[in-house]
């Protein structure tokens, strides 16, 4: 991991910290002013002993997701959200130059690599993908309507980590009315279990005044 740590430090930090990220360990972390956080993540897979493969992973945590999840520990204070309670998430992607297997299909086609004779490539390629395209995007999809967009897209491969209907409901709970919110409760797919939560939990999130 420190071979990865240093080529972090070197290359991701400076981007992420100019934008208000803050590391910890291999993972970067920004939350906006109503508590939607997003964490960028980068882990290592041991594959190849002449490089240092790794994901960089970026993940999303709506602040009313983040409550839903911890809902039964409202009353006593939730703890501080992290990357366990990620409703969207997706793969940064590397560029042919700077990927493993560029080839690759499915997963694979995600890993980033570096050696000693492309490191300084790499990190470049890296630091400028997340200046010129990643950080733009999280911009987007740190907006509700915008991350409930990518959400409902059919584009493949999907950002969503839970259903449609369920992700819709919890992220728009305080922007939809509650007619809207019943006619989506309405819908098959959904179970009593669910529903009955739900409206409780949203009923108390009303009340609170969050």
Same mark, same amino acid.
């Given at each position: 991991? @420190?071979? +990865? ?6 290359? =991701?930090?400076p981007v992420m ?5 803050? @590391? ?5 972390? $920004? @939350?906006?002013? !109503?508590?939607?956080? =997003? ?7 041991r594959i190849d ?5 790794? $994901?960089?992973?970026?993940?999303? =945590?709506?602040?009313?997701? %983040?409550? %839903? ?8 204070? #939730?703890?501080?959200?992290? !990357?366990?309670g990620v409703l969207?998430?997706? !793969? ?14 499915? #997963?694979?086609?995600?890993? %980033? ?6 490191? !300084?490539? =790499? ?6 993908? #997340? ?9 987007? +999809? #740190? ?37 809207? @919110? ?18 409780? %939990? ?9």
């Amino acid at each position: 991991m @420190k071979i +990865l740590n240093d080529f972090l430090r070197e290359y =991701v930090t400076p981007v992420m910290s100019a934008a208000g990220f803050r @590391k910890k360990g291999a993972e970067y972390r $920004f @939350k906006n002013e !109503s508590g939607d956080s =997003v964490f960028l993540t980068f882990s290592t897979t041991r594959i190849d002993p002449e490089a240092c493969v790794f $994901f960089a992973t970026c993940s999303f =945590v709506p602040e009313p997701y %983040w409550e %839903w999840l911890n809902r039964q520990h409202v009353e006593a204070g #939730l703890p501080p959200a992290d !990357s366990s309670g990620v409703l969207a998430a997706y !793969s940064v992607l590397p560029p042919d130059s700077c990927a493993h297997a560029p080839t690759a299909p499915g #997963l694979a086609r995600a890993r %980033w690599a570096f050696g000693g004779r492309n490191r !300084s490539i =790499v990190g470049a390629g890296l630091a400028g993908q #997340l200046e010129a395209e990643e950080l733009p995007r999280i911009g987007r +999809l #740190l907006v509700r309507p915008g991350l409930l967009a990518e959400i409902t897209s059919s584009r493949s491969p999907s950002v969503r980590r839970w259903g449609v209907v369920q992700s819709e409901l919890v992220l728009m709970v305080d922007d939809y009315t509650a007619q809207q @919110k019943e006619a989506l409760l309405a819908v098959p797919e959904l179970d009593d279990t669910f529903r009955r939560d739900y409206r409780e %939990w949203a009923g108390n999130r009303a009340k609170s005044g969050v």
